[in-house]
């Protein structure tokens, strides 16, 4: 793989969805999670192909350390402890897939899955009492967390997989920030080793990474904005919306 130039030979417009999708970052670790499905598109369109996951990878790391400071007090750790190690397993998997199959178009795969949980947990909001006690049981727990370790190491695609598994919980709002700001930055930080292993993070990627933090951190704080104003019914609503929207988008492109 030719190392590309020290900043991308982008267009006006392009690096302005890049800006756009920097933003999109933040707004997704301390706000809405299903808004991940907008940097994931936009840093694939800029980025063909695998490399996008490494190009990325810092940026995202950098929004979840800013979610960490901003909600640390409201992780529930049992949650993060019990989906971390399986998670760890998907992320290997998805390694040793991209190693293998580099070519294997995995946005289908993942869109089918995000679906078929969103789906479930439809169904389960509409018949409270149906499999109420499987979302706490430690195999759930297992099973959303290795789904959760393949889908962010090939796609960086797990955010709508920990939205429906922290959903299907039940957790506060700021509850479901804060543990999924310590679960993503924990496993964004064990993916490193992976992604400088396929060639995907490298010093050129890291000035472009630098550039956008400050767009990163202001939506980070608009993120949190929109939590504190907005309902929880409302927001368990638009998580089950946005992940149904990312598993359509996966699916059909």
């Known amino acids: 793989m030719n190392p590309p130039a020290v900043l991308p030979d982008f267009t006006a417009w392009e690096w302005a969805l890049a800006a756009l999708a920097a933003l999109g970052i933040g707004i997704s670790k301390s706000g809405l999670p299903g808004v991940s499905l907008l940097h994931v598109v936009l840093f694939a369109h800029l980025f063909p192909g695998l ?10 790391i950098v929004g979840d350390l800013g979610a960490v400071l901003l909600f640390r007090r409201h992780a529930r750790w049992p949650y993060v402890l019990k989906t971390l ?10 390694w040793l897939t991209m190693r293998t199959w580099p070519t294997l178009a995995w946005n289908p795969i993942i869109g089918a ?30 099973l959303m967390g290795l789904i959760a370790g393949i889908t ?5 695609a797990a955010g709508p997989v920990m939205a429906l598994y922290l959903l ?11 543990t999924a700001a310590w679960f993503f930055l924990l496993i964004n930080l064990l993916k490193v080793p992976f ?6 993070i490298l010093p050129q990627t890291l000035l472009f990474n630098l550039l956008l933090v400050p767009l990163i951190v202001a939506g980070l704080f608009a993120g949190r904005a929109l ?21 359509i988008k996966l699916i059909a492109f």
């Open 51 to 60: 490399r996008s996951t490494g190009v990325v990878l810092p940026m995202l």
């Open 227 to 247: 939590v504190t104003r907005i309902p929880q019914k409302t927001f368990d609503t638009l998580i089950l919306l946005f992940a149904i929207a990312a598993s």
């Open 85 to 94: 190690p399986p998670a760890l397993v998907g992320v290997a998997l998805g």
């Open 152 to 156: 962010t190491m090939v796609a960086n």
């Open 195 to 200: 992604s400088l292993q396929l060639g995907f």
């Open 168 to 178: 299907a919980v039940a957790l506060p709002k700021d509850a479901f920030v804060g």
């Open 113 to 142: 899955i995000v679906l078929l949980l969103a789906l479930l947990q439809l169904l389960r909001n509409s018949k409270p009492n149906l499999l109420a006690q499987v979302p706490h049981s430690h195999a759930f727990a297992w």
